[in-house]
């Protein structure tokens, strides 16, 4: 809030003090404050540094000094308390006295302050800096105020007109000189000290402290604060994964820390993600001001917040604890069930999260939320479990709550997680139509997906609902291949079946993954942390695909592999075979819960849906087991030239097209026992060249064109041992030519037929 006076003239200052009055006129329970205070100023004053030495001295010092509420946290320093050389070490440095200039008292209190830190780090899981102030103010009250919260003193700080340069041990002897030379020194009595120490405080709580409106924490008791939680209702919907996490704001709140515009700010971002897209920069922005409170926008300019100050001054998470718990959805659930339950495994973790919000109908915003837990050291994984640091412990002891959750959608929770939706009775459907409704997912209904389709391309309505029946028969593995003769259409099949899915929806949800030989690990899918750059991770198209349809839970996406055994699809499939049939999730990596944007892990979508084209010749692999027996087969060998769609559609003339149409169903006849015909995008070229060679002004023949294009384009696959199947196959080619007249063709087939007389095998490439 506004201070209604002046803090940082003297007049201001002045009379805020004398509005706050003298402890006797404060009520019941600051003067008890005082009374308290003033205690532990005698009882240390008053020890030797023997006494100081003993283990019990210490704990009362460290955990119940009475200078602050705030802060005695649950960060326990038992082990540090246990080792006599600390104890030594700390009552040795404690006797040393305060200096009496300003600056060599802020030289020495921050470097105490240093050096108790580093003393303790061994014994802690996480440094206690709030503790550690509260001991430098019970050692030397003539230099330090009760304020433990570092951004609460940032914010008096620069009221008062100090210097933001300024770390927290100046902060405490710059605001104590300043009221010391305006108010005149204590008298040295510990109950005087006590009341000069509460003071800053009281000037925060009453002047400075953020509007009602604003504030996470209510005053309590003189020194003493608690949480102010928001409903679920109002509450913002998780944590945002971005790159970096708690260390990444660091850095951020370092380079924020003087003001700069949102260009330098995104400048800044970019130069810590170069691939990170202008949107992308964007949204960590966001993330800083919005779900972490860490900046503001002032003006033209982004700034800390107090917040944002006490955690770049402390480097402590524990500064953004009000703010998690009163302010994110779900971060409160998460701590008191771990208080409750000690180790908890990440999946029932998860599932405690979705509950807080049925909005989130995937996993990331839970994994999210503990991807941020984890990189502030409130939560560490043991196994497949996670549990509460100490610094988790602390944030547990200040919720006073029980955490809300958010109503339940209007569609029933499933008992079953595999098992269907029930279809309201309004949407039920004639028992002979596919319901709108599979296991969740939103899908057209049958026929609309067979006109979709049959309008692109003449497929019989049998495959298409062959296909169809094959994707949706269990519930979480939609997994379908496409074999047979090259050219017969697999590829337009499952492009346009996927179209027909998505009807009304994102081209986003189709993706056309050409495979490539050469994929001998998951990496090629699922990408990698860059090796050359390890606080980085190589995405792929894949991954950002399955990512999209994790959260997008209520709509098919579906991946359509092509020429997927151009490589081994068990190698290169490996996490998803294994996933789609027994629903574990798909490890990632096996960083952070939350590396450069990508969990740790993902649970396989039950919307993804995946159809391989395969075709089999020597330049691809078969399929194994443990690949047919996750998907549905299908074979293309049988083609209908009758049903071929574009019959008369390009500029032949008739006669020649119908003669062009006859021969190649002869060879079609010949060739299809030997499993060497051929699909209609031969059909397509064989077409097209005519058609080119007709109308673009060539002295070519229409016989010689046929000729040419059919020597081209049908007898290259012609190959094999020999066999009756064969030799029957090249002897109705070879007839079949020489009736046409289409002698070169004839001759390349007289070729072969001689080739697998004298050598016991044929082919075209010689």
């Given at each position: 809030m506004m201070s209604i006076y002046d803090l940082a003239s003297e007049s201001g200052l002045r009379t805020a003090a004398e509005t706050i009055g003298s402890s006797s006129t404060w009520d019941e329970d600051g003067q008890q404050w005082i009374r308290e205070l003033a205690e532990t100023i005698r009882w240390v004053r008053s020890s030797d540094e023997t006494q100081r030495g003993t283990r019990e001295f210490q704990r009362r010092l460290w955990d119940d000094n009475h200078v602050a509420a705030i802060g005695q946290g649950n960060i326990a320093i038992d082990r540090a308390l246990d080792d006599a050389g600390f104890r030594q070490r700390f009552a040795a440095r404690s006797m040393e006295p305060l200096p009496v200039s300003v600056e060599e008292r802020l030289r020495f209190l921050s470097a105490l302050y240093q050096d108790l830190t580093k003393q303790i780090e061994p014994f802690v899981r996480s440094t206690p800096h709030l503790k550690v102030f509260r001991v430098l103010a019970a050692l030397y009250p003539d230099a330090m105020t009760t304020i433990a919260s570092v951004g609460a003193l940032a914010k008096l700080t620069a009221a008062m007109g100090g210097e933001r340069t300024l770390d927290s041990a100046g902060r405490h002897v710059w605001v104590r000189h300043r009221l010391d030379s305006l108010l005149g020194a204590p008298d040295g009595s510990p109950s005087a000290l006590a009341e000069r120490m509460a003071l800053a405080w009281l000037l925060y709580e009453r002047f400075v402290q953020p509007p009602p409106s604003?504030?996470?924490?209510?005053?309590?008791?003189?020194?003493?604060?608690?949480?102010?939680?928001?409903?679920?209702?109002?509450?913002?919907?998780?944590?945002?994964?971005?790159?970096?996490?708690?260390?990444?704001?660091?850095?951020?709140?370092?380079?924020?820390?003087?003001?700069?515009?949102?260009?330098?700010?995104?400048?800044?971002?970019?130069?810590?993600?170069?691939?990170?897209?202008?949107?992308?920069?964007?949204?960590?922005?966001?993330?800083?001001?919005?779900?972490?409170?860490?900046?503001?926008?002032?003006?033209?300019?982004?700034?800390?917040?107090?917040?944002?100050?006490?955690?770049?001054?402390?480097?402590?998470?524990?500064?953004?604890?009000?703010?998690?718990?009163?302010?994110?959805?779900?971060?409160?659930?998460?701590?008191?069930?771990?208080?409750?339950?000690?180790?908890?495994?990440?999946?029932?973790?998860?599932?405690?999260?979705?509950?807080?919000?049925?909005?989130?109908?995937?996993?990331?915003?839970?994994?999210?939320?503990?991807?941020?837990?984890?990189?502030?050291?409130?939560?560490?994984?043991?196994?497949?479990?996670?549990?509460?640091?100490?610094?988790?412990?602390?944030?547990?002891?200040?919720?006073?709550?029980?955490?809300?959750?958010?109503?339940?959608?209007?569609?029933?929770?499933?008992?079953?997680?595999?098992?269907?939706?029930?279809?309201?009775?309004?949407?039920?459907?004639?028992?002979?139509?596919?319901?709108?409704?599979?296991?969740?997912?939103?899908?057209?209904?049958?026929?609309?997906?067979?006109?979709?389709?049959?309008?692109?391309?003449?497929?019989?309505?049998?495959?298409?609902?062959?296909?169809?029946?094959?994707?949706?028969?269990?519930?979480?593995?939609?997994?379908?291949?496409?074999?047979?003769?090259?050219?017969?259409?697999?590829?337009?099949?499952?492009?346009?079946?996927?179209?027909?899915?998505?009807?009304?929806?994102?081209?986003?949800?189709?993706?056309?993954?050409?495979?490539?030989?050469?994929?001998?690990?998951?990496?090629?899918?699922?990408?990698?942390?860059?090796?050359?750059?390890?606080?980085?991770?190589?995405?792929?198209?894949?991954?950002?695909?399955?990512?999209?349809?994790?959260?997008?839970?209520?709509?098919?996406?579906?991946?359509?592999?092509?020429?997927?055994?151009?490589?081994?699809?068990?190698?290169?499939?490996?996490?998803?075979?294994?996933?789609?049939?027994?629903?574990?999730?798909?490890?990632?990596?096996?960083?952070?819960?939350?590396?450069?944007?990508?969990?740790r892990e993902i649970r396989y979508p039950r919307n993804l849906v995946l159809i391989g084209t395969v075709n089999m010749d020597e330049t691809t692999h078969g399929l194994s087991d443990k690949v047919l027996d996750r998907a549905f087969v299908h074979e293309f060998w049988d083609i209908d030239l009758a049903a071929y769609p574009r019959w008369g559609t390009r500029k032949i003339d008739p006669a020649h097209e119908n003669r062009t149409r006859d021969i190649l169903t002869s060879l079609m006849r010949g060739l299809s026992p030997a499993r060497l015909h051929f699909g209609w995008r031969v059909v397509d070229d064989v077409l097209n060249f005519l058609s080119r060679a007709a109308t673009d002004g060539g002295e070519l023949s229409f016989e010689s064109a046929l000729d040419s294009v059919i020597n081209a384009k049908v007898l290259p696959k012609l190959r094999g041992e020999d066999t009756a199947r064969l030799r029957e196959a090249l002897q109705v080619c070879e007839e079949t030519l020489a009736t046409a007249g289409l002698q070169v063709s004839r001759a390349k087939i007289a070729e072969l037929r001689r080739d697998l007389e004298t050598t016991g095998s044929a082919r075209y490439w010689r």
């Open positions: 604003e504030r996470t924490e209510k005053v309590t008791g003189p020194g003493q604060t608690q949480l102010l939680p928001l409903s679920a209702a109002r509450r913002r919907r998780g944590l945002t994964a971005i790159k970096g996490l708690f260390p990444g704001l660091l850095s951020a709140l370092e380079f924020i820390h003087d003001g700069v515009t949102r260009e330098e700010l995104l400048d800044f971002l970019h130069s810590s993600a170069p691939d990170s897209k202008v949107s992308s920069l964007g949204v960590m922005i966001n993330v800083y001001r919005s779900d972490l409170g860490a900046i503001r926008l002032e003006g033209d300019r982004y700034v800390l917040t107090e917040r944002g100050e006490s955690v770049l001054e402390s480097q402590d998470p524990s500064d953004l604890a009000d703010w998690l718990l009163t302010r994110i959805l779900g971060v409160d659930n998460v701590i008191v069930a771990l208080k409750e339950k000690g180790p908890v495994p990440t999946s029932e973790l998860i599932a405690l999260l979705r509950t807080v919000n049925p909005g989130w109908t995937s996993d990331y915003a839970p994994q999210a939320i503990l991807g941020w837990l984890r990189s502030m050291g409130v939560l560490r994984a043991e196994g497949s479990a996670q549990e509460l640091t100490d610094v988790g412990r602390q944030w547990a002891t200040r919720i006073h709550w029980q955490p809300e959750s958010l109503p339940p959608d209007p569609l029933p929770p499933l008992s079953d997680p595999l098992a269907p939706v029930p279809l309201p009775s309004d949407l039920r459907t004639d028992p002979l139509e596919q319901p709108a409704v599979i296991d969740e997912i939103l899908l057209p209904k049958l026929a609309e997906i067979v006109d979709f389709v049959q309008a692109a391309g003449h497929f019989e309505r049998f495959l298409i609902e062959r296909l169809h029946f094959s994707l949706w028969a269990q519930s979480v593995r939609h997994f379908a291949i496409l074999t047979g003769l090259s050219g017969s259409g697999k590829t337009l099949l499952a492009r346009m079946y996927a179209k027909a899915l998505i009807q009304g929806g994102s081209a986003k949800q189709l993706l056309t993954l050409p495979v490539q030989p050469g994929w001998y690990d998951p990496a090629a899918l699922l990408g990698f942390t860059n090796p050359l750059r390890g606080d980085s991770y190589v995405r792929t198209a894949f991954l950002e695909f399955l990512m999209a349809a994790a959260v997008d839970s209520r709509h098919p996406y579906i991946v359509v592999l092509d020429e997927m055994n151009l490589s081994h699809p068990e190698q290169y499939m490996a996490p998803l075979l294994s996933a789609m049939e027994t629903c574990d999730a798909i490890q990632l990596h096996t960083e952070v819960e939350m590396f450069d944007g990508i969990p």
